[in-house]
């Protein structure tokens, strides 16, 4: 689960199924530096579901520059997502106003009248299959359901989603989670820069060979 560790960050490869705050609560009983700082020290956050990069301070300083440099939108992330349909264009630029859902406490939708809150997404098509694409995506802002909610919005919803997937929409196989993995993230610790990757999970892996 460890990608990587030296006496500032920690960083985990994050299985699909764990909260974030539950993995910090547990992680902070193997790495000590972690039991004194806020939420032991968890820079940011990614979905339940969600599988991939995961990024810890390890020291109150660092802590503090990590979430500004996420603040400042400074920190590059990547993302693979298997989405419905094929896409119409190979690469784009999403924008689009984001607001809570109504009376879905969880839910993310775009805001017509673009009174929410602006976000924006970058993506190009790794590869096509009959009824998916395979995608790289890089949200330069880091809103709540992002990217789940910026593709459903497209018409294009992540497989397995069942919070954004649409009701007449058919996943490759019986899935108990979304297809999305935090791939790639590029920081800044003590001036210098550092980059880490994370393959697709094994349960995500195999759903790309089933359809090759």
């Known amino acids: 689960m460890k ?54 301070g390890k020291n109150e300083k660092v802590l503090k520059n990590i979430k500004e440099q996420f603040k ?35 839910h993310q939708s775009y805001d017509k009248k673009e009174e929410g809150r602006r976000a924006v997404s970058f993506y190009k098509v790794l590869d096509f299959f009959e009824n998916y694409s395979l995608i790289e995506v890089l949200p330069v802002t880091g809103r709540r359901h992002q990217i789940r909610s910026q593709f459903a919005y497209l018409g294009n919803p992540i497989v397995g989603d069942s919070l954004y997937g649409f009701k007449d929409q058919k996943d490759p196989v019986e899935m108990d989670r979304h297809f999305l993995h935090s791939s790639f993230l590029e920081i800044k610790v003590d001036e210098k820069v550092k980059r880490f990757e994370s393959a697709l999970s094994e349960d995500l892996e195999k759903i790309i060979n089933k359809l090759e």
């Open 72 to 106: 400042r939108r400074e920190v590059k992330k990547k993302y693979i997502c298997l989405v419905w349909r094929r896409l119409k264009e190979k690469e784009g630029k999403i924008v689009t106003s984001m607001r809570r859902g109504g009376d879905r406490r969880k």
């Open 3 to 56: 990608i990587y560790e030296d006496d500032d960050i920690l960083v985990i490869d994050k299985p699909s199924g764990k909260v974030v705050t539950d993995l910090a609560e547990e992680l902070k009983e193997e790495v000590a530096e972690l039991k004194s700082l806020p939420r032991y020290g968890l820079a940011h956050r990614i979905d339940k579901e969600t599988s991939g990069i995961l990024l810890f």
